[in-house]
Nanobody
Framework: QVQLVESGGGLVQAGESLRLSCTVS????????MGWFRQAPGKEREIVAA????????YYVDSVKGRFTISRDNAKNTGHLQMNSLKPEDTAVYYC????????????????WGQGTQVTVSS
């Protein structure tokens, strides 16, 4: 059973930074594509960033490009989302997700999800 636990969320002021972590257990992370999603109150869940299992391919939604950085450490079974220059509109619950993939590619659907961590950015 794959388990994902997010951590690192919190309350910050606009312009500050947070680093989210996703700790994976039950499987070796190395053959799983990873994504970070967020869901704000009253809004649909959206993908924020994604990374292939080697880390060679990454994706960012336009609204976070240049501010957020996704990374992973397969040896430690963890992934990270570094969030800089945070804005009030980044306020949401952030989730990490995994999908096993035969090839080192991006994916559009995910099979395993964490419980989420709250990020609140005050103006």
């Amino acid at each position: 059973q794959v388990q994902l636990v997010e951590s690192g969320g919190g309350l910050v002021q606009a312009g500050e930074s947070l680093r989210l972590s996703c700790t994976v257990s039950g499987r070796t992370l190395s053959t799983y594509a990873m994504g970070w999603f967020r869901q704000a109150p009253g809004k649909e869940r959206e993908i924020v960033a994604a990374i292939s299992w080697s880390g060679g391919t990454v994706y960012y939604v336009d609204s976070v490009k240049g501010r957020f950085t996704i990374s992973r450490d397969n040896a430690k079974n963890t992934g990270h989302l570094q969030m800089n220059s945070l804005k009030p509109e980044d306020t949401a619950v952030y989730y990490c997700a995994l999908r096993w993939t035969l090839q080192d590619t991006m994916v559009t659907e995910y099979d395993y999800w964490g419980q989420g961590t709250q990020v609140t950015v005050s103006s």
